[in-house]
């Protein structure tokens, strides 16, 4: 029928041949359609759970054509009502030319919802669709946007673009290129594709791109076409990801390239001037255990970038206990979690004067977490021979004292320490004992 009123005339002539639920639900659509056919927000119908609506909803938005309508036909296409699902093919019709390329594009969801649907089979009408959007008319538009694309919607239309390209290293390049990963991805593997010749400039300019994981899969897919991979190694072992480095270490072995030797060169030359530079050299120092010079290493320490100083920090000797102590003051706690794992693993023996004057000095300044980890770094019997000493220096803020050395005793059952000798744990007791027995703490040693 040509117009809603005509099929809805139509119906009314059957009513008489349908069953009473039929009656029913025509009813509730004429009633539904009485408010709507004044709208014409068919949009909004073209889902109902009532069969005459959604087809009357189909039937007016394909004599109205537009991205909006065309998104919703393309859904009905899967419709469980077989009259809706022939009334939105014939509607599709009229959309399979170049005309509407941007209303395709507008309905990529739903085009590509369509293809994981198999009420019935779909293939004739996205091979169709397909076909239309890789014609040389279609071909511009289609690549514009998809410059401009993420996720699903970028490598569906990589993909499309990529059967039929009109130039595929132009394509490759901007997909190297994408703001999407997955598609920067897929155009690694798709450049392999391409002859040597036009494969390798693109691959050597991909490495130059951000993205660790990609810079890997271009490295690990370069090394094979390269007659000689020495210059691209040279800069893979200075790489800010810790990924290329090593891929580029494996290589190297494998190709006469001395790692040190670039290292050593690099240290030679002047001070980086960015973040990924930094990390790099810094990066390969600590892969190869090499020390860093002091013009290195000292500016590093200061870099205002975290990582730089995280990066440099873990360099850090055990025996370079000022700067350790130092970088204990950084304001990130990234650096200050690593200064506190060296520290761990340096005997106390070595630590015990600088640790308990930094304690001495910044007990109260310290945030409560920071002030944990430094104090964890005490044997645990050293721990409350501190507070003990804190408590007799003066009667100011003994409550505060003997509230840490009551918290010391409830946390003492999980306390292992190898280090205190038994005559300083004996005399440490004694004085809980006197404490408690004063009724200054709570609880005493276990």
Known sequence: MNTTQDWLARLARKQGQLSNYENYRRNEALEILAHFNN?????????????????????????????????????????WVPQVRDLAAE??????????????????????????????????????????????????????????????????????????????????????AHRELTVRLMAVSASLNLPATQSLPLLLEAMSHPGAKIRVRVLYALLPLLVDPKPV????????????????????????????????????????TSKQHWL??????????????????????????????????????????????????????????????KLDKIPWSVLNIRLTAKLDQDWHELTSERRSAIFRLIPTWQQLGYLLKRLDTGHAGQTYWLGQIDAWCDGQYHAFDPITPKTDRAAWQDKLRELRANGQIRSGAR
Request: charged share 25%.
């Open 39 to 79: 709208t014409g927000a068919w949009a909004d119908v073209s889902n109902h759970s009532n069969g005459f609506v959604r087809e009357v909803a189909v039937r007016e938005l394909c004599r109205q054509p537009s991205p909006e309508a065309l998104a919703v036909v393309i859904e009905r296409l899967n419709d």
């Open 91 to 176: 509607g599709l019709k009229h959309y399979l030319s170049p005309a509407h390329a941007q209303a395709w594009l507008s309905a990529l969801e739903p085009l590509m919802a369509l293809a994981a649907q198999r009420r019935v089979d779909h293939a004739q009408t996205l091979s169709a669709v397909r076909a239309m959007l890789q014609s040389v008319d279609c071909w511009d538009e289609v690549y514009a946007d998809f410059l401009n694309r993420q996720g699903k919607a970028a490598r569906y239309l990589f993909t499309l673009l990529l059967e039929a390209p009109e130039s595929p290293e132009t394509l490759i390049r901007s997909a190297l």
């Open 233 to 272: 190694l040279r800069e893979a072992l200075i790489d800010a990801s810790p990924a290329v480095r090593n891929l580029a270490l494996w290589a190297a072995a494998r190709n006469d390239v001395d790692a040190h030797a670039v290292l050593t060169e690099r240290l030679r030359q002047p001070l980086p």
């Open 280 to 341: 790099g050299v810094l990066g390969l120092a600590t892969e190869l255990a090499v020390e860093l010079p002091e013009r290195w290493h000292t500016p590093a320490l200061r870099s205002s970038y975290v990582t730089v100083r995280q990066a440099a920090t873990r360099l850090l000797r055990d025996d370079q206990l000022p700067e350790l102590f130092e970088a204990l003051d950084d304001p990130s706690e990234k650096v200050f979690a690593v200064v506190i794992a």
